[in-house]
């Protein structure tokens, strides 16, 4: 007892203090897989996706470059006289009637622009919303002005550059459907070294009338290179997850849960490795893992989150 | 004000033999403390009844008052201030005539060879507190969950934390919360702080996982010493409804003769009515006016300010609001001079003596223990009363009690932060509706998949099954355990609570048949706002056509029963209620529920689960996950807004809210698959919010946002 209670008041210092000896490469609710000498484990991943070493970044303030300022400004159809308020930690703008509002935050490195969501009906459709296959080019040119280079953007999976949506509006009328979409979006994320960062910097935009921007939210840190460590191998790797070390991904509502110790197997599909953030100001590398669980009832796809780096060494 | 009994019985639990009460006091605000002699890791559960024998066979049909409260070690105690979060609520036990108490203990932690570690890191003991007090808990476990901590002034459970933080460093969970109270809203002396902490075993989705092994944890008792000029501020109503006649009553004692001023404040931060008197207490009862304009329902905040004059503590003169002085302004009073103890009546004797007869470790298990003074002792015998039956301990009047110990204000003036903080109270007038939550967690099968073969479709030529999920003729659908749905439940129930919102449904498993969700005299169309947690599966390919529902494909829903699992058609609903309680927004929270071709499909066959008075129905486009936060975060957006701080209402719509709170709850996770939310809708209501919405005109929108990634 008295131990925990020792390692509780060092993990509470480093909350307060930000990072220490003991960095956090996650701090979300996943579930923490138990420790199972016994659980058999296969790797079947290409090992070619994970560097022989990694680093950790501390996260700074960024100021963004004038130019960038000055282009977003325009991209929201703002002027000087619309700006609200400037000082040493960013600048605001807003519309005269107060709906449409841009804050270029320096400390939290961050843009973002909103507008009220137009008012839309069978008879006021959304206007000249750009296609689906015009969402590429645009959001190349929304980088660039923001001074974003392409090669630092990554989507959500496997396939994606970029993550484009849109949202459906249907309105049944005389039993008819009028179909609407009232804008159409991209979200993508940051990359480190060709390593994708969850949960911090990345961003989104939506293009509504007209192919205006109607929202847009980028965070973009500058950071610096704190230390390096040579990568885990795949043994040591499928050691950790025998070890209880490793972070269950949610599963989906049809799935239910994973009851992981009646797991027959578990075989690694894929491993990435990738960078975690949260709200603290470093950014910590552990391994993404694609993974099929064998339930004994099934087999279920399931993502695991594991350590990268030897986390005992300082 | 009623007077109240405290009437003591110990019984055996189902492990421990020496349970017993070692003290039943009453606090100077009349809560009632309870104290017994405990076992470390056994967890207990406090009964109550207003009533001995009440049943037919003459047994006492006990309720339960409060669960799964860990114990503090070889004694341990807990305070009874009623439990709002029940339905119906179990009042607070100032007004309530009589209330027995019974404890039952639920057995040893069995996670007993590790439970989870807890501690207050701040403040730290002895120290002086003024004003508002945030409060740092700190968890930990090596166990895959910590579900939580709770925070307790005197053994007084108050609000969830303002914040979480967790975190692991791959071997241990770690959760860091932190709480705010107002310390002007207790008395001027040491305060006993403590917080528990539970972990489990389970392994699950986000929220957590079955409790398959549960720990507690206890941390070391913090006393702070609470020093205020305004103290013991309270409210005589948790919230208030003027509609029926309700007024709030603010009161609260001061230090020293002071001359004050209450100021009530709107979500705007707008000072709506204002009332000032001088003296050593305040009484103010507000009519949720302002100085007899009506004011709309919502949210408002207390502040008080007060200035020492100098003047003897004898003084008082009364409270006024932009008028003259207020009738029900009321000075404090002293109580009697002789204190509690703890009297017993032993088993088949009518005769009461003092507890403390008894030598220590005597077996009480079945006597009769209550709390009285002697000269209630002496009123009760001349009366005659038989300790059979039941015992009155009349506290009434007893009003204010100058400070026990230690505490006073040296200060000459204090501008108190925001009330009401301390549970029960919310900042609320005015009941804001009457909503009401179901789901089912298929766990029949513990943590097995229940099974589920298609429906039934005679009609259909081919295969007489529909096909689901890609799922055909002869196979089963399996489906997982959603033991999650229950503490997202809890959280939805809590929040929604605290904005004023009244909970009459609240059912799971067993409790939710099928036959009480099929058409129009659904329970769920007698509340405003209905929640429904299920598994949901969509028909699809040819054999999808439902020849049931005018040949329409659809969504489909397993209810279960016990072991039996039921198809609920989505068609056979007819959702919505007329009037003020009627139902005007239900979520159906399950895979699939608003698939938008099948739904166009049943627009387009004019099947419609819903009546003309349904103006929102919400679900999933696509599959889900359960995010441990998306309905509390539901609550919180469109009750008040996204913001953290007060002074920012700014409440979402309803459809707006629930397509943020799930890009939120789902924010940081790497999912397989992006989520798709859906709300479907009258096209004149697809903006409303809770406190303002639109009457329906019967032309529907279906409307749909990724909220993952």
Known sequence: MKKKIFVLIVQALCLATGFSQNPRWQMIDKTLIPARADLDVR????????????????????????????????????????????????????SPDGSRKLSISFPSAQIHYETPEPRLSPTNLAKEVPPMSQLPELTTNLLKQVNIPLSAVTGFFETDKFNFWQPLTMYYVSNTIITNIAFRAVNFRRTVDEIPIIACDGGSAYFGNYGKVSKLLITWHNFNRYKSSPTLKPQAIIQLLRQGKALQEPVPLDVGYIDWPTVKSVTIKEAKPCYFAGDTDWLYPFLWLDTNVDTGHGIVDVGIDCPIIDETKP | MAGALVLALAINGLAQTNLQFTAATSTDEQAIRLTWAS?????????????????????????????????????????????????????HPKNSALRFYRILDEGQDSLVSDEPTVSVTSPTSDTVATGELTITVVAASDQPVISGTKLYVDGQEMRPPDSTTNWTDGVTNYEADTYSINTCEWGNETHTLFATAECQSGFGDTVGAPPVMTGHGVSPFVPVLFSNLVTRISFSQPSFDPSSGQTQQVSAVFAANCNWTLNIVDVYSNVVQTA????????????????????????????????????????????????????????????????????????????????????????????????????????????????????????????????????????????????????????IRGLVGIFGIAYDTYSANGTNDMNAPLLNNSSQPSTGHISMNNYTAGQQLP????????????????????????????????????????????????????????HGAYGNGQNAIDYVANG??????????????????????????????????????????????????????????????????????????????????????????????????????????????????????????????????????????????????????????????
Not at chain 2, 48 to 63: E, H, I, K, Y
Not at chain 2, 489 to 503: I, L, P, Q, R, T
Not at chain 2, 511 to 526: A, E, K, M, V, Y
């Open chain 1, 43 to 94: 790797w079947e991943a290409p090992t070619k996706t994970i560097p022989s070493k990694v680093w950790i970044y501390r996260l700074l303030p960024n100021n963004f470059s004038p130019e960038a300022i000055s282009n977003v400004v325009m991209l929201c159809s703002f002027t000087t006289t619309n700006r609200i308020e400037q000082n040493t930690n960013g600048t605001a703008f807003q």
């Open chain 2, 39 to 91: 076992t470390n890791n056994e967890v207990y559960q406090i009964q109550f009844a207003n009533a001995l024998a009440t049943n037919a066979d003459g047994s006492t049909a006990w309720q339960i008052l409060y669960d799964r409260y860990p114990s503090q070690g070889t004694n341990t105690f807990w305070l009874d201030t009623g439990n709002y979060n029940l339905a119906p609520a179990v009042m």
């Open chain 2, 276 to 427: 000032s008197g001088s003296g050593t207490s305040m009484l103010y009862n507000w009519d949720g006016t302002s100085n007899g304009t009506n004011l709309p329902n919502g949210i408002y905040y207390y502040y008080i300010n007060a200035q020492t004059n100098g003047e003897s503590s004898d003084f008082a003169s009364g409270g006024s609001s932009s008028g003259p002085p207020s009738s029900s302004f009321a000075r404090s009073s002293a109580v009697g001079s002789d204190s509690s103890e703890l009297w017993a009546v032993a088993p088949d004797s009518e005769s009461v003596v003092p507890l403390a007869l008894y030598p220590p470790g005597f077996d009480t298990n079945g006597f009769t223990i209550f709390a009285a003074s002697p000269s209630q002792i002496q009123a009760l015998r001349a009366s005659s009363v038989s300790s059979r039956t039941s015992v009155a301990m009349d506290r009434g009047g007893s009003g204010f009690t100058p400070a026990a110990s230690g505490g006073g204000s040296s200060a000459s003036s204090q501008n108190v932060p925001v009330t009401p903080l301390r549970p029960p109270n919310n900042p």
């Open chain 2, 479 to 534: 489906f997982g355990p959603l033991l999650p749905f229950k503490p997202v439940a809890d959280s939805f129930v809590a929040n929604m609570k605290y904005w004023g919102w009244n909970n009459t449904i609240n059912e799971a498993d067993n409790q939710l048949s099928i036959s009480s969700l099929r058409g129009s005299g659904t329970p769920f169309n007698n509340v405003n706002l209905g929640v429904l947690m299920l």
């Open chain 2, 552 to 709: 329409c494909k659809q969504m489909y829903f397993p209810i279960t029963f016990g072991g039996n699992i039921q198809w609920l058609r989505l068609s056979e609903m007819n959702l919505g209620g007329m009037g003020t309680n009627g139902l005007k927004w239900m979520v159906i929270y399950a895979c699939n529920s608003l698939y938008h071709a099948n739904w166009s499909s049943m627009q387009n066959k004019g099947v419609k689960p819903y009546n003309g008075n349904l103006h929102l129905l919400l679900g999933c486009d696509t599959s889900s996950y359960s995010g441990t936060s998306l309905f509390w975060n539901w609550s919180q957006y469109m009750n008040f807004g996204t913001a953290t701080n007060r002074g920012s209402y700014n409440p979402l719509t309803i459809r707006a809210a629930w397509y943020q709170a799930a890009k939120d709850a789902f924010h940081g996770k790497s999912l397989s698959g992006s989520i798709t939310f859906a709300v479907a809708g009258d096209s004149a209501c697809m903006d409303d919010l809770l406190k303002t919405n639109n009457t329906p005109t019967g032309s529907w929108t279906y409307d749909s946002q990724q909220v993952y990634p």
